[in-house]
């Protein structure tokens, strides 16, 4: 891992654990989106985390982010009621996960928390978020209240077309969802067909050939090219609006 965990105060005066990485460069013929800029640093990330925690899989995408030249910070979004959480995709542990997502944390906290760690990277230049799954929902939320977020990519979360799909975002916004996401309807009053039909003028609505968490190489709905593409997309978005 290319970073470190480090606690970091929110707006309520809580301080949860954020994993931090700074750009860096790779060798050449190994760069990501095309490395670091000339001065260092294309901006600063907010990467939100699945259900599951910031696990490895959440801190090797802030590297790869970091990668390509982006200061990110991946906050523990259950920190206050479960100190360190992490947990893997079956089991007990998934259990807890969901019961922390599903009742114990509020989701607007999250928000809250996405937007002390876009304020700490503020003032160094523009800032985009990153989210999947819980993250995803999170993060399309955020680019809804947020007053100075550059641009959002949001994957596979649920509560997008469910409860969030009435207004535009205020930055510009991709969201990418899996054709075969059996947790997320395609059709609908509240699926991904009827969000891309609301055409908001900040966002754009991508459909793979996919299942849910197809971004993952952890999980068995892992599909390459569906996360390759969504990837390209995520950062000629980011690029595009300044990073």
């Known amino acids: 891992m290319k970073g ?31 490395g670091a800029s000339a001065t260092g640093r294309r901006g600063g990330l907010i990467l939100l985390q699945e259900i599951f925690g910031v696990t490895e899989h959440i801190r090797e995408l802030a590297d790869e982010f970091a990668e390509a030249g982006y200061e990110v910070l991946a906050p523990a979004l259950f920190d206050r009621e479960h100190p360190g959480f992490e947990s893997d995709y079956s089991g007990p542990n998934f259990e807890r996960a969901m019961h922390l997502a599903r009742d114990l944390h509020p989701f607007e ?62 930055c510009a916004t991709i969201a990418h969802f899996g054709r075969f996401d059996g947790g997320i309807a395609m059709d609908g009053d ?37 996360a390759d593409l969504a990837l390209q997309r995520t950062l000629m978005l980011f690029q595009a609006c300044g990073g």
């Open 4 to 34: 470190q965990i480090e606690k970091i105060r929110m707006g309520d005066g809580a301080e949860i654990a954020v994993y931090h990485v700074q750009p860096w460069d790779a060798p050449d013929g190994e760069k990501n989106g095309g």
């Open 109 to 170: 906290q999250s928000v809250r928390d996405a937007q002390s760690c876009v304020d700490r990277l503020a003032d160094a230049g523009p800032v985009f978020v990153v989210g999947y799954c819980y993250g995803g929902s999170v993060a399309w939320r955020l680019a809804q209240t947020s007053p100075n977020l550059a641009a959002a990519s949001c994957y596979y979360g649920s509560l997008i077309p469910k409860d969030f799909a009435a207004d535009a975002p205020l």
């Open 190 to 226: 509240t699926g991904v067909e009827a969000l891309a039909q609301r055409d908001h003028p900040t966002a754009q609505i991508f459909v793979y050939e996919a299942g849910h968490g197809f971004n993952s190489d952890r999980r068995k709905d892992y599909h390459a090219n569906s």
